[in-house]
């Protein structure tokens, strides 16, 4: 079985479904003769022409309506937005387009369209380099979102997204394009080769959306994670010696509530990572949901460790992202309460 990064994955999932279904196309900025500035879409134009991959001009809201259009007609694109800071131009079509196209027509026409992002810090991209907008897709009904943390699940999910018949903001974290990262960030990188995920099936195969992934088994506490925080949240309970319960959620929505539950009633405590500001973040609906529904199973109240409540800053980088030492604090706050 070959041994993939995050880059390699997509790029043989655009692969896969490509030469299974003419109607796939794929476009965006640069994702065409360069192959994508993080080159997911390396050697797509070549292998399948000009017509299935193209280059689009820089308008983010151009590029999502197009893909409407397309879509309605029974194409199937896959679109690239370039970074997810770039995503807010093409916000008005998704909600009010791609979000509502089967409620508005009664189930008459569906969108099956995927709109890939890179998102998330650790790379000093700076303010507009490094954003988290995830919360502002899983508020919009008639969406579903994505979050890989591995070049396994990146594949199978990507493959899952292309074939449904629903909209999927794909959002992939860019901090583990090449290797997982334990937020200690003055450490040499980790390539993924030597991560059991790495190894990816050539061919065909898919991820469930809406199922998510225990990748550490516990009884003392739950760590709810995605993307590159699941890396960093298995990193913290390891360092803290701790029997901790960590779920990779992998599909935002739909949210695989049952697992959650089924651990949380287990542990009797929650901690939640994510790497977007505090306010108004996934995280905090993780928190009612879990305080709602486990309420009489939990022995402390539910912990979130979060970016700050700020433009990501690229001289404070690490002291914005949410890794080792916080982690540490949050899991010593869950433990003693």
């Not at 099936?201 to 993307?227: C, F, Q, S």
Request: glycine letters at 8%; aromatic letters at 10%.
């Amino acid at each position: 079985m070959p041994t993939m990064n995050m880059i390699q994955a997509l790029n043989d999932a655009h692969k896969v479904m490509m030469r299974r279904d003419d109607d796939i196309v794929v476009f965006g900025e640069d994702i065409g003769f360069f192959g994508g500035v993080f080159r997911v879409t390396e050697g797509l134009q070549k292998e399948f022409g000009k017509a299935r991959t193209f280059d689009a001009p820089i308008s983010e809201g151009g590029i999502v309506a197009t893909a409407v259009g397309m879509a309605a007609y029974g194409i199937k694109p896959v679109i690239e937005i370039q970074f997810a800071d770039y995503i807010y131009p093409g916000y008005d079509q998704i909600v009010s387009e791609v979000a509502k196209m089967r409620y508005r027509t009664a189930g008459e026409w569906t969108m099956p369209m995927v709109i890939r992002t890179p998102y998330g810090g650790g790379i000093f991209g700076g303010q507009t380099h490094s954003q988290s907008p995830e919360s502002l897709f899983t508020h919009i009904a008639g969406l579903k979102v994505v979050v890989p943390s591995t070049p396994y699940d990146a594949k199978g999910l990507l493959i899952a997204a292309i074939e449904d018949p629903d909209p999927v903001v794909f959002f992939e974290p860019k901090r583990i394009y090449n290797g997982p990262f334990d937020g200690h960030h003055d450490r040499p990188v980790t390539p993924w080769s030597k991560h059991p995920a790495s190894d990816v099936p050539e061919g065909h195969y898919t991820v469930p959306l809406g199922k998510a992934a225990v990748v550490r088994e516990g009884n003392e506490l739950t760590v709810l994670a995605y993307g590159t925080m699941v890396h960093v949240a298995l990193a913290a309970v390891q360092d803290q010696g701790l029997d901790a319960e960590v779920i990779d959620l992998r599909t935002l929505v739909p949210l695989d509530i049952e697992t959650i539950e089924k651990s949380v009633e287990k542990t009797g405590r929650c901690l939640i990572a994510q790497e977007a500001p505090r306010t108004s973040g996934f995280a905090a609906e993780l928190s009612a949901l879990a305080q709602e529904r486990c309420f009489y199973h939990l022995e402390a109240p539910v912990e979130r460790v979060t970016g700050w409540d700020t433009p990501y800053p690229h001289a404070y980088e690490w002291a914005y992202f949410p890794g080792p030492k916080r982690m540490k604090k949050a899991l010593e706050k869950v433990m003693a309460d």
